[in-house]
């Protein structure tokens, strides 16, 4: 069993910058790979960002190629999703998710956190 609880969402201007956080408690957290999803009003969820369990390998959603920045702390038991150059249309619940084999099934889920651009 993982628990994920994410933090850091909030209102921000377009241009402006947020960092979000994924805490996970349960299973040891160094052992499995990490996601972070989105999904904006009407719209069906989707992929921004993974991290394998050790943080040597990213993949990123092309949307979000060069704005945003996926990273982990082991030590801390937590991921993050730094955004930056934020857009109108980043607006959305963002989630993350815990893959336990790293096969991009992703098998838990966190409650999610509300992220609103203005322009």
């Known amino acids: 069993q993982v628990q994920l609880v994410e933090s850091g969402g909030g209102l921000v201007q377009a241009g402006g910058s947020l960092r979000l956080s994924c805490a996970a408690s349960?299973?040891?957290?160094?052992?499995?790979?990490m996601g972070w999803f989105r999904q904006a009003p009407g719209k069906e969820r989707e992929f921004v960002a993974s991290i394998s369990w050790s943080g040597g390998r990213t993949y990123y959603a092309d949307s979000v190629k060069g704005r945003f920045t996926i990273s982990r702390s082991n030590a801390k038991n937590t991921v993050y999703l730094q955004m930056n150059s934020l857009k109108p249309e980043d607006t959305a619940v963002y989630y993350c998710a815990a893959d336990l084999v790293e096969d991009n099934e992703y098998d838990y889920w966190g409650q999610g956190t509300q992220v609103s651009v203005s322009s």
């Open positions: 349960g299973r040891t957290f160094s052992t499995y790979a």
